[in-house]
């Protein structure tokens, strides 16, 4: 079992960054695929990004590709989200999500792919 936390979340002017975290405790010492997701009042969750064990393969959404980043340090079982050029609509409670892989590529962009999800942590955009 892993347990999830984020954290870096907060409120920021349109055009502005953060950089959220997301510290994995627990089987860390077994092969995670990580995503990001985002869930807007009334709306469902949705895939924001996700990141292999390896860190050699990454995939966005098209609504923030170009101005999110993920990556991964797994000396530190910490993964990150680096949001620029944040946007009104980029507003959600961002959650991270873990999966076992057996392969150092592979990752996942849907939900139901990932079993461990952290609490999440808000992100607010004013316009």
């Known amino acids: 079992q892993v347990q999830l936390v984020e954290s870096g979340g907060g409120l920021v002017q349109a055009g502005g960054s953060l950089r959220l975290s997301c510290a994995a405790s627990?089987?860390?010492?077994?092969?995670?695929?990580m995503g990001w997701f985002r869930q807007a009042p009334g709306k469902e969750r949705e895939f924001v990004a996700a990141?292999?064990?390896?860190?050699?393969?990454?995939r966005y959404a098209g609504s923030v590709k170009g101005r999110f980043t993920i990556s991964r340090d797994n000396v530190k079982d910490t993964v990150y989200l680096q949001m620029n050029s944040l946007k009104p609509e980029d507003t959600a409670v961002y959650s991270c999500?873990?999966?076992?892989?057996?392969?150092?590529?592979?990752?996942?962009?849907?939900?139901?792919?990932?079993?461990?999800w952290g609490q999440g942590t808000q992100v607010t955009v004013l316009s």
């Open positions: 999500a873990a999966t076992i892989v057996t392969q150092a590529m592979t990752l996942f962009t849907q939900t139901r792919a990932y079993d461990h």
């Open positions: 627990g089987r860390t010492f077994v092969r995670y695929a």
């Open positions: 990141i292999s064990w390896s860190g050699g393969t990454t």
